[in-house]
């Protein structure tokens, strides 16, 4: 049985565009992320961790080295902002 080279044109085009769209969903996510791959399976531990970060460096995925936390840090909890009931 002959092979359809008429029907290489369009598989090569459609191989080409999924793997232009899947290259560039992976480099913004990995943009968004500042180089670091996405985080899967989030529980409730990495949300507060998350928003530790987000306090700290102004970013969910940065981290400080320094010890010192920024100016505002001791003030800056969630907890301030819930009503008590």
Excluded: C
């Excluded at 090569?12 to 899967?40: C, D, I, V, W, Y």
């Excluded at 928003?51 to 102004?58: N, W």
């Excluded at 400080?64 to 100016?71: I, Q, R």
Aim: charged share 25%; proline share 8%.
């Amino acid at each position: 049985m002959p092979l359809p080279w008429e029907a290489l044109i369009p598989f090569g085009l459609l191989t080409t565009m999924f793997a232009a769209a899947g290259t560039l969903l992976n480099t913004s996510k990995m943009a968004q992320n500042q180089g670091k791959r996405p985080r899967h399976n989030l529980d409730a531990w990495d949300d507060m961790m998350m928003d530790r970060d987000r306090r700290l460096t102004g970013h969910i995925r940065g981290q400080k080295s320094d010890t010192t936390p920024p100016p505002g840090f001791e003030t800056s909890s969630k907890w301030y902002t819930e009503s008590v009931e």
